[in-house]
């Protein structure tokens, strides 16, 4: 069987950009001592996310990211293994929150922007414009970021309806302060966002792999895979850090209900 081993950073939110690039490498080799291929990481984590409402202890700096990225690129090729990377970007009409892949290589392999911005982020990033796949061997797997995997459903239909077996979901979500952990995964009673995720992968017949960090209070998710069915086959503890992984039998993932949309239809 065509078995894929990821794994999911359930990571500390960072209390400095020099931190997060610590947290990032020290997730990256737990994960290759698991055996994973691929690591994907929480929204943001490089440099840590933030919103024009927020205090920044350091502002954007393209040329500091440049050189975080290449010792995260110098450690996937030392390890051998993928990486999904939450993290921004600087272009000429702003700033991007984006994911960026490095092959087990350490080979830059592209961005995905992230396309459907949260309104109250729309003060500090610009959106991006367009949607990929990537490519690791057999695997192709896509990328949704946050807000537009919860409440944007077509982006996840867009990448498997072109051959993606998984998509990532990186995000970061805090209900707020008042509100206590969940008690179980998808609980009645918590937000909508973990039943959104289950959603995600059986309307499509694809693995979903959403990722958030290890929130103390106030998280309304965790990290967690969700089978072509859409049944969960594990999540990770609230609030605690470490690594979650998952076998995944690609060959299951065959697409087969986003395939069977007919757009013309709506």
Not at 79 to 96: F, N, Q, V, Y
Request: proline share 6%; net charge negative.
């Amino acid at each position: 069987m065509p078995i894929v081993r990821v794994a999911l950073a359930n990571v500390r939110f960072p209390s400095s950009r020099e931190e997060s690039v610590t947290i990032v490498l020290d997730a990256m080799a737990s994960a290759s001592e698991g055996g994973a291929a691929i690591l994907c990481f929480p929204e943001n984590i490089v440099p840590g996310y933030r919103t024009g409402a927020d205090g920044e202890a350091a502002p954007p700096d393209q040329g500091w990211l440049d050189h975080a990225w290449s010792v995260i690129d110098s450690k996937a090729a030392e390890l051998g293994i993928w990486i999904i990377l939450g993290t921004e970007r600087i272009e000429t009409d702003g700033r991007r929150i984006t994911a960026r892949v490095t092959s087990a290589a350490g080979r830059f392999e592209g961005f995905q922007d992230k396309v459907q911005l949260d309104p109250s982020e729309e003060m500090a990033f610009v959106p991006g414009t367009e949607r990929r796949l990537f490519h690791m061997g057999e695997t192709t797997f896509g990328i949704v970021i946050c807000h537009e995997g919860w409440r944007y459903p077509e982006t996840v239909r867009w990448a498997v309806r072109r051959g993606a077996q998984i998509v990532f979901h990186p995000h970061i979500e805090i209900a707020g302060e008042s509100q206590g952990l969940p008690d179980r995964f998808a609980d009645p009673a918590n937000s909508f966002h973990e039943k959104a995720a289950l959603c995600r992968a059986a309307e499509n017949t694809c693995y979903f792999a959403t990722v958030n960090c290890a929130l103390p209070q106030g998280a309304s998710t965790t990290s967690a895979i969700i089978d072509p069915d859409g049944v969960l086959m594990a999540h990770h503890a609230y609030g605690e850090e470490g690594i979650l992984f998952g076998d995944l039998d690609t060959s299951r993932a065959t697409g087969f209900l986003a395939k069977r949309f007919r757009p013309q239809s709506v």
